[in-house]
């Protein structure tokens, strides 16, 4: 209005009388004004190729509402003005009259995507599936595919990557010659074990594969049989070759192989069993109350009747006996 009143579209009547001055407009007058306070608002629109939004009311006096309309120029035809816009959603080109045409306001352009666009979102889906490949398969998850050995704590014991961190594996069914333990010495044969486990497994890509019900043990550690990139069994290998006897009170899926492989050690006299007076068993002296384990000296010197076998060195300490000194 002429004095500064800001009609509302409810208030297009054919005369209206202003609240603020008392002032009657009919309803040509109010068009005009309004065709004179939208016109900059368009032209505007035009040049910055901006879209806009706003309500028409119709030829059969319905209302619609028009959000992201681009105008693209303003013309007359028969005493009337009238522009020509593109409209986002219904992605065509209409014309609107001008004086039918209220609460214009400005929208934000939405702009295509140029190529430059496409290229950097085929960028970022291919760094997700190649970051998803290397955490894969460089130890991303221990319980995948593959995983890489990042140490090797000793024989029977190796870190893996999980990810960015690393997480400790012991292998299920056996036990190497101890040579960290922090209230053990090292045993017989332990540094031999512990560098066969080192060449054969360092930096390389193992397969993990677990117990059904035992993941964990008393450690926290992950228990995990290993396997080889060419399918080598290394839990096996370890007791083939002699560097490892077999481990565990309770019975795992591979116990009767593990111990056909221990008995076969043995009697090849190979890696920790070698030697005459190397223990082959668990062995404790009846007199003494002393055990051995398998890989110790002094076997030999235990006489048959003398001697107690034991399956788990927890046996022979619940039983009373005490390990022999070095």
Same mark, same amino acid.
């Given at each position: 209005?002429?004095?500064?009143?800001?009609?509302?579209?409810?208030?297009i009547v054919?005369?209206?009388?202003?609240?603020?001055?008392?002032?009657?407009?009919?309803?040509?007058?109010?068009?005009?004004?309004?065709?004179?306070?939208?016109?900059?608002?368009?032209?505007?629109a035009? #040049?910055?190729?901006?879209?806009?939004?706003?309500r028409?009311?119709?030829?059969d006096?319905?209302i619609?509402?028009?959000?992201?309309?681009?105008?693209?120029?303003?013309?007359?035809?028969?005493?009337?003005?009238?522009?020509?816009?593109?409209?986002y959603?219904?992605?065509?080109?209409?014309?609107?009259?001008?004086?039918?045409?209220?609460?214009?306001?400005?929208?934000?352009?939405?702009?295509?995507?140029?190529?430059?666009?496409?290229?950097?979102?085929?960028?970022?889906?291919?760094?997700?599936?190649?970051?998803?490949?290397?955490?894969?398969?460089?130890?991303?998850?221990?319980?995948? #595919?593959?995983?890489?050995?990042?140490?090797?704590?000793?024989?029977?014991?190796?870190?893996?990557?999980?990810?960015?961190?690393?997480?400790?594996?012991?292998?299920?069914?056996?036990?190497?010659? #101890?040579?960290?333990?922090?209230?053990?010495?090292?045993?017989?044969?332990?540094?031999?074990?512990? #560098?066969?486990?080192?060449?054969?497994?360092?930096?390389?890509?193992?397969?993990?594969?677990?117990?059904?019900?035992?993941?964990?043990?008393?450690?926290?550690?992950?228990?995990?049989?290993?396997?080889?990139?060419?399918?080598?069994?290394?839990?096996?290998?370890?007791?083939?070759?002699?560097?490892?006897?077999?481990?565990?009170?309770?019975?795992?899926?591979?116990y009767?192989?593990?111990?056909?492989?221990?008995?076969?050690?043995?009697?090849?006299?190979?890696?920790?069993?070698?030697?005459?007076?190397?223990?082959?068993?668990?062995?404790?002296?009846?007199?003494?109350?002393?055990?051995?384990?398998?890989?110790?000296?002094?076997?030999?010197?235990?006489?048959?009747?003398?001697?107690?076998?034991?399956?788990?060195?927890?046996?022979?300490?619940?039983?009373?006996?005490?390990?022999?000194?070095?």
């Open positions: 209005m002429k004095c500064g009143y800001k009609r509302k579209p409810s208030d054919p005369d209206y009388e202003c609240p603020k001055c008392g002032a009657i407009y009919s309803k040509v007058e109010i068009a005009k004004q309004t065709e004179q306070g939208y016109l900059p608002k368009l032209r505007e035009i #040049e910055k190729k901006v879209g806009i939004s706003f028409y009311s119709r030829a006096g319905h619609t509402i028009h959000n992201a309309v681009y105008p693209r120029e303003i013309f007359s035809k028969e005493k009337r003005t009238y522009f020509k816009a593109y409209c959603f219904t992605r065509d080109v209409r014309s609107f009259r001008l004086d039918r045409v209220q609460s214009l306001r400005q929208t934000m352009k939405k702009k295509p995507l140029t190529l430059r666009d496409h290229v950097i979102v085929v960028v970022f889906i291919l760094l997700i599936a190649a970051s998803y490949v290397i955490w894969t398969f460089t130890g991303g998850n221990p319980r995948g #595919e593959w995983v890489l050995v990042t140490d090797v704590i000793d024989g029977d014991t190796i870190s893996v990557g999980r990810g960015w961190r690393s997480i400790t594996v012991r292998l299920i069914g056996i036990d190497t010659p #101890e040579t960290v333990h922090p209230e053990k010495p090292v045993e017989f044969f332990g540094h031999e074990a512990s #560098e066969f486990t080192k060449r054969q497994l360092e930096r390389e890509k193992v397969h993990l594969e677990f117990e059904p019900f035992t993941q964990y043990g008393d450690y926290g550690r992950l228990l995990a049989y290993v396997f080889l990139s060419d399918g080598t069994f290394f839990n096996a290998e370890l007791v083939k070759q002699g560097y490892a006897r077999v481990f565990g009170r309770d019975r795992f899926q591979y009767k192989k593990f111990r056909h492989y221990e008995r076969e050690a043995r009697i090849a006299g190979v890696g920790l069993w070698a030697g005459k007076d190397i223990c082959k068993e668990i062995i404790g002296n009846r007199r003494s109350k002393i055990y051995r384990l398998p890989g110790d000296a002094g076997c030999g010197r235990v006489k048959e009747e003398n001697r107690i076998y034991f399956n788990m060195e927890e046996e022979a300490i619940e039983a009373g006996y005490r390990r022999a000194k070095r």
